[in-house]
């Protein structure tokens, strides 16, 4: 039978651990706290803990019960469910949109590397200046050799779990990757928040100042809340159908998403404090991470430690992003197309590396990369808005609709409900994904359309 070849979580916790290894990455830890940071703060944290509730919820049950209920990749799961139609067409945009994110996310990842090695190497342990942070930065992400090596050194590393499979790869590796990330994240929040000043930081992100919500406020939460629960792609549907019969996987849904949710409220429990105790505004942007938080470790009080734990933190939660990314691709072939797990792995490890080349050259490393096709885009950033925003935005509505109006909700519920379970709220729940769900994503992909404004 295809369970028996395929794999399985070898119970809920493996799959809670897997599944949140999935949505906790560079999205929590890097993007959350800038955009929570650009777009003013507590009003931004509040509207995007309400999308997570009322929409983000939702989408990863409707997810899951795909994938439960056929247990197959994206692709296989459609064909299955509905043979001869396009739907399958929305499966192979989500294994498409997996190899899309991939190919850049493993830049960005490859960039945590790197601070790695210098936190350890002790590059962050003196103070270093604004200027000088920036500039190593731009070293970096500009020198074509060392972003191409870190690319390729971050896709070996996904590459060696995804070939060993579900319960023996994947399972195992964010087994000892996920507590290790929530040890980290908690000794570093109570660090950050007991430094002097801390409190404020704990008021910029906890206290709504509704006169800075827009629309850009109300998209980027949107967008963030669906990039963040890995949403939009099939990711859960190829987690989801690995998930055990006999558990409870509504439960199990509804906990990553809090898991997720929480660690992105933690991050931000470190890094806001952090920069309030050295007078840092919090609107930096994108190099928050990158270029302010290195600035400022050498004046925290046992900063180089800091530093360290920071960057592997980055680095574990992108791993367990990475693998879930190349995950969904790799069983695409391995269900649809017959091919063996390893050799999927490695070719398509190898061809997202050759895609991935250009995203590493255009932060500097290259000009023609640089600014693309002279759009003052870089080639990774319009990789983000087409697969990031787009692809996933798109690929999200379409679930919804699939769900709630093709294969209908009382059919969705049943696979929730397969193992006897059943579902809180499951009138509610078919309500959102019917009619709450389509309208709002609906919304946010005009709004990028007109605005050409991107989360
Ligand atoms: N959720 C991941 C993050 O926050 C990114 C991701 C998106 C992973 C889509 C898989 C699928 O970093």
């Not at 056929?70 to 949109?97: M, R």
């Not at 199990?252 to 949710?261: E, N």
């Not at 995950?327 to 017959?338: H, I, M, Q, T």
């Not at 294969?407 to 994904?433: C, Q």
Request: with cysteine; glycine share 12%.
């Amino acid at each position: 039978m295809a369970t028996a070849n395929r794999g399985q979580w070898s119970g809920k916790t493996g799959f809670i651990l897997a599944a949140a290894g999935s949505a906790i990455g560079l999205g929590n830890i890097w993007r959350f706290p800038y955009t929570a940071g650009e777009n003013g703060g507590g009003a931004f944290v509040l509207i995007y803990l309400a999308f997570v509730m009322l929409i983000g919820i939702p989408v990863v049950l409707a997810e899951l019960s795909i994938g439960r209920k056929t247990e197959k990749n994206p692709v296989g799961a459609f064909k299955a469910l509905v043979p001869n139609s396009l739907w399958p067409y929305l499966g192979g945009l989500g294994v498409l949109t997996g190899f899309g994110i991939l190919a850049f996310y493993s830049v960005l990842a490859g960039w945590t590397l790197s601070y790695l090695y210098g936190a350890v190497t002790g590059i962050y342990g003196g103070v270093m200046n604004a200027e000088e942070s920036a500039a190593l930065f731009t070293h970096l992400i500009g020198d074509p050799v060392l972003t191409i090596s870190l690319t390729a050194a971050f896709l070996f590393l996904t590459v060696i779990v995804v070939r060993k499979g579900v319960s023996g790869g994947i399972e195992k590796a964010t087994k000892i990757l996920m507590p290790l990330l929530l040890l980290i994240l908690i000794i570093l929040a109570v660090r950050s928040v007991t430094l002097p000043g801390g409190s404020e930081g704990l008021a910029y992100l906890f206290t709504p100042d509704f006169s800075k919500l827009s629309g850009t406020v109300i998209m980027s939460a949107l967008g963030q809340a669906l990039f963040s629960l890995s949403l939009g792609m099939g990711a859960m549907i190829t987690y989801g159908s690995y998930f055990p019969k006999t558990e409870n996987l509504h439960q199990a849904g509804i906990a990553v998403a809090l898991f997720d949710t929480g660690i992105a409220i933690l991050a931000g429990l470190i890094i806001f404090p952090a920069l309030f105790f050295v007078g840092v505004e919090p609107g930096a942007g994108p190099g928050l991470v990158f270029i302010v938080l290195p600035s400022i470790f050498g004046s925290l009080p046992a900063g180089q430690l800091f530093a360290i734990a920071f960057y592997a933190l980055l680095a574990i939660a992108a791993l367990t992003s990475t693998i879930s990314l190349l995950e969904v691709v790799v069983a695409y072939f391995v269900d649809e197309k017959g091919w063996d797990r390893n050799k999927a792995a490695w070719i398509l490890g190898g061809l997202c590396f050759v895609l991935a080349v250009p995203s590493s050259l255009s932060s500097g490393g290259s000009a023609m990369f640089t600014d693309f096709l002279g759009t003052g885009l870089s080639f990774l950033d319009i990789n983000n808005i087409i697969w990031g925003n787009y692809s996933l935005t798109i690929g999200a509505l379409l679930i919804c609709l699939f769900v709630g109006w093709q294969w209908g909700i009382p059919t969705a519920l049943e696979s929730l409900e397969s193992s006897g379970h059943k579902m809180p709220g499951r009138n509610f729940l078919g309500f959102l994904i019917k009619v709450v769900c389509p309208v709002a994503i609906s919304i946010v992909l005009i709004y990028i359309i007109v605005t050409q404004q991107y989360f």
